[in-house]
């Protein structure tokens, strides 16, 4: 099994090496392995929980929460009642913010087929020089 | 006697030439299939040009990813543009007219 250094990680998640120790502090990472000498050692276990954070924080879910989720993940039969209530509204964030994006991806879509098949000018500044 | 609306719709954009045909195919196959028909049903019909840039989020919400899009009765059903024949289907299936070829 591959295991890596802070500074691997680092590079291949673009995470400080103290943002790294600091989740590793808050509990988010569990105790990391060490060798004799103090290094760390990161395995893939470690490095999904790591995405997993990531892609929680661009979703603006706070640390606390993570945590939480965290917990869920590890063991979801037995997470507690608060820590399933939580990731349903979760949930339920992530499907509202998904059909935002589809509905602006669409849009982007459009506009850009709409160019494409312009000879002369661009349609959409044309159009919101127009309604301006 | 009934009543059936038809609305054609279709999604145009500035500069979009196939979207200017797309309107004339519209009302050459309408006038074509000679409606209303015969059978003393009343029809009111509307065909009408929707500039995706004016109305972004109608188009949106149809599904319209590109121009010429053809809405028959508020449903997507041409994401380019069709041939009369295929117009002429959908337009026929709409109102549940039976086959006409051209004569």
Redesign the interface.
């Known amino acids: 099994m591959s295991v890596y250094r802070i500074g691997d990680i680092s590079k291949m998640l673009e995470l400080t090496a103290d943002t790294l120790r600091y989740y590793e502090k808050l509990g988010l990472l569990k105790k990391v392995n060490r060798t004799a000498s103090g290094i760390r050692l990161y395995n893939h276990k470690d490095i999904s929980r790591l995405k997993f954070i990531k892609r929680a924080q661009k979703m603006d879910f706070t640390l606390a929460e993570i945590k939480d989720l965290l917990q869920m993940r590890e063991d979801p039969q037995h997470a507690r009642i608060e820590v399933r209530e939580l990731s349903h509204r979760k949930l339920a964030e992530i499907e509202t913010r998904l059909k935002d994006l589809t509905?602006l991806r669409?849009?982007l879509?459009?506009?850009v087929?709409?160019c494409l098949?312009?000879?002369?000018?661009c349609?959409?500044i044309?159009?919101?020089d127009?309604?301006s | 006697m009934s009543e059936y609306d038809l609305k054609i719709e279709i999604f145009s954009a500035p500069c979009c030439n196939q979207c200017d045909k797309a309107f004339v195919l519209a009302e050459k196959v309408v006038n074509e299939l000679g409606l209303p028909p015969s059978t003393g049903q009343s029809i009111t019909i509307d065909i009408r040009k929707i500039s995706v840039v004016e109305e972004l989020d109608y188009a949106v919400a149809l599904g319209v990813l590109a121009t010429p899009s053809i809405a028959i009765n508020s449903e997507l059903v041409f994401t380019s543009m069709p041939t009369a024949k295929a117009l002429r289907l959908a337009i026929q299936s709409q109102l549940a007219l039976p086959d006409q070829e051209k004569t």
């Open positions: 509905t669409n849009e879509t459009l506009l087929n709409l098949g312009s000879d002369g000018g349609p959409i044309e159009g919101i127009e309604n």
